[in-house]
């Protein structure tokens, strides 16, 4: 009896103390409006983090479940796979430093992106006084297909409702017990991710060009986020390589993408002692082992999933960087005030393999997933990149990324502060996604010239959503070239010349006097889907943004809680850093909206920024007892802690 007393009395303690725990993030949540705020906050954070992650996630659970941003089984689910790494950061560093401001900067964009830590990459050699020119001898092109952010959905399930109120639709899932609304199709629908027949009507569509290998830019898995784990996503991930070797008659060079780990984006580094993501680079190493050979595949296993090939009968070196270790996103780069210029030595690869292709008078391509060009990737990573491009660009033809899901690209300068056609020397090709979610599925068709491994056109595929044969057989059609669409609006391109950096600065100064041309690459990049007016300062930034393959010299700025809290100042969803198509619904997306619910009670409206959900009022009071009660819901788990 005195033992269930003690019990009794132990749990009412534990309860008054969760209970202040949540109204103290709550408190704290409600005074970050500033960089110097947040760091408060990380403080307050920190002290829950040191009674371990139970407790950490299970509080931010209760925040999350009470402020109603998202779904309770979505926060249950994200929350307990990204507050132990959370946890595991702030318990690792101090709440003052420049990590904490990254921190900030990530998941709540409160801070600004810290100024680079300079830092001088390293290079074997000085570049050559006389570099080698390459030089097109007019022959042919041949083909290269590029697809990128597959997010094949294995439960995808056709007759679920495609209108849902989770990340994805288009399942059954066990808390939607009401009337389907809009049956998902056998093919595909705006709300959710790609079912199998669409990815493999794309496969044999890529299949039926006449294509000397493709490059997929990655993201395999699905955007589930607050469901997925190992299981899931390795047995994702052979499937979808198995369906490339199946399916495709020419090779395929992969990138791995954020959502291959499980949790989502948790890639830790070398220098962590926690997590594991190997399992990633396995399953990739054995399942691309057919198309890149086994050397390469030796390379993803002990690269952490970075590899270079030479694809027989060409003088080209790919080389498929492991960006994810540059993103904002994977949190397991905020755990340790140790400046880590190049986490798992990915920049370094890139120089070893760059400087082995210009020894042998190769050309080569880069591919990866994450651009480095985003309001997403990391400035210091950003800038050594750009200094690995900048010094090997004699060398390097192309650069191709996915992730973002829209048709874009990114120019690289030699000289950031005099942006021109002649300082234009880096292009970076943007693939569009195949999943439908938000856009028409897409690939593209690169026309290469044989001999500088230079684009000669670009030209994407899609398959049109209204079009009625859409759901029994998705026909795929070529939507545009970008020789055809954007040549004559620069006064014409020689058809000897390929689509170099020059010729896309040229066409962001088309854009800037020719509005309809601009506007036509606004609608491109959803492919017609969702399409907003970008004007004005979303025209502006959007052109800024074109202009910085280094992201420090994009125009996307943190927006520090001034979207939560100043209803005058509205501002472009497309233009903030924290919209992320490829994430879906992540731990940033939940952090904002938290802080945005939490100020709900000073009658703040902002529109077209987020979901509805997060449209609805609460006054703090009402939140901080709803989050009390979603407490105590779980309150074992807080005992199982102790
Ligand atoms: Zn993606």
Not at 170 to 186: E, L, S, Y
Request: charged share 15%; glycine share 6%; proline share 5%.
């Amino acid at each position: 009896m005195l033992f269930l007393t003690r019990i009794a009395y132990f749990l009412t303690l534990v309860l008054i103390g969760y209970a202040s725990i949540v109204s103290d993030i709550l408190n704290a949540l409600e005074h970050a409006v500033d960089c110097g705020s947040c760091h408060t906050l990380l403080g307050v954070l920190q002290g829950v983090a040191l009674l371990g992650d139970s407790i950490f996630s299970s509080a931010l659970v209760s925040v999350c479940e009470a402020a109603g941003v998202e779904d309770d089984d979505v926060c249950q689910g994200l929350l307990t796979e990204q507050g132990p790494i959370i946890a595991h950061d702030l318990r690792s560093i101090s709440s003052t430093g420049q990590t904490a401001s990254k921190l900030c900067n990530a998941v709540l964009g409160l801070c600004q992106d810290p100024a680079v830590n300079a830092f001088t990459v390293p290079f074997p050699k000085a570049a050559p006084i006389n570099p080698k020119v390459f030089t097109s001898t007019g022959k042919p092109p041949f083909q290269v297909a590029h697809f990128s952010d597959a997010h094949i959905d294995r439960m995808y399930t056709t007759g679920a409702d495609s209108n849902c109120t989770k990340p994805i639709c288009c399942r059954n899932f066990a808390d939607q017990t009401g009337p389907v609304q809009i049956p998902a199709g056998p093919s595909g629908s705006l709300n959710c991710d790609t079912p199998t027949t669409l990815v493999q009507s794309m496969l044999r569509a890529v299949a039926a060009e006449n294509t000397q290998f493709s490059i997929f830019t990655g993201d395999v898995v699905e955007a589930a986020v607050w469901l997925v784990d190992q299981t899931e996503n390795t047995s994702d991930m052979q499937q979808f390589n198995t369906e490339m070797q199946t399916l495709l008659n020419s090779p395929v060079f992969p990138a791995i993408g954020n959502h291959e780990a499980a949790p989502v984006n948790a890639f830790p580094r070398n220098t962590t002692n926690q997590g594991q993501v190997q399992w990633v680079f396995d399953t990739q190493s054995q399942g691309w082992n057919p198309f890149i050979s086994t050397a390469a595949a030796s390379q993803v296993q002990h690269m952490s999933g970075s590899y270079s090939v030479n694809p027989v009968n060409t003088n080209l070196r790919i080389i498929s960087l492991n960006t994810i270790y540059w993103y904002k996103d994977n949190f397991y780069l905020f755990d340790s005030d140790k400046f880590q210029p190049d986490p798992n030595g990915i920049i370094a690869f890139a120089v070893q393999e760059l400087q082995a292709a210009e020894d042998a008078g190769q050309r080569a391509w880069i591919i990866a997933h994450m651009p480095p060009s985003g309001g997403d990737a990391l400035h210091d990573q950003s800038n050594y990149f750009d200094q690995v491009v900048q010094r090997y660009k004699n060398t390097i033809a192309g650069l191709f990324f996915g992730h973002t899901h829209k048709d874009e690209f990114a120019i690289g300068y030699s000289n950031y502060n005099n942006q021109t056609a002649d300082t234009a020397d880096a292009i970076a090709w943007i693939g569009p996604s195949l999943t439908p979610r938000q856009a028409n599925p897409t690939f593209r068709l690169y026309d290469v010239d044989p001999d500088t491994y230079e684009i000669m056109d670009s030209r994407t595929f899609m398959s049109d959503m209204s079009d009625p044969s859409f759901q029994s057989s998705p026909i795929w059609k070529q939507e545009y070239s970008a020789r055809d669409t954007y040549g004559p609006a620069i006064g014409g391109w020689p058809a000897t010349q390929s689509l170099n950096p020059t010729f896309w600065h040229k066409v962001t100064e088309a854009f800037v006097s020719n509005d309809e041309l601009f506007q036509t690459f606004n609608s491109l990049k959803t492919r017609g889907v969702g399409v907003s007016e970008c004007t004005g300062d979303c025209k502006t930034t959007t052109i800024c943004n074109l202009r910085a393959l280094r992201a420090e010299n994009n125009c996307i700025a943190a927006t520090p809680g001034i979207n939560f809290r100043r209803a005058e100042e509205k501002v472009d969803a497309s233009q903030r850093g924290h919209i992320d198509h490829c994430e879906g619904i992540g731990l940033r997306t939940i952090f904002e909206n938290i802080a945005l619910k939490t100020v709900a009670g000073h009658n703040l409206t902002v529109d077209g920024l987020l979901t509805n959900s997060f449209k609805r009022t609460m006054d703090p009071e009402s939140l901080i007892k709803r989050a009390h009660d979603a407490f105590s819901k779980r309150s074992y788990i807080v005992i199982n802690a102790y």
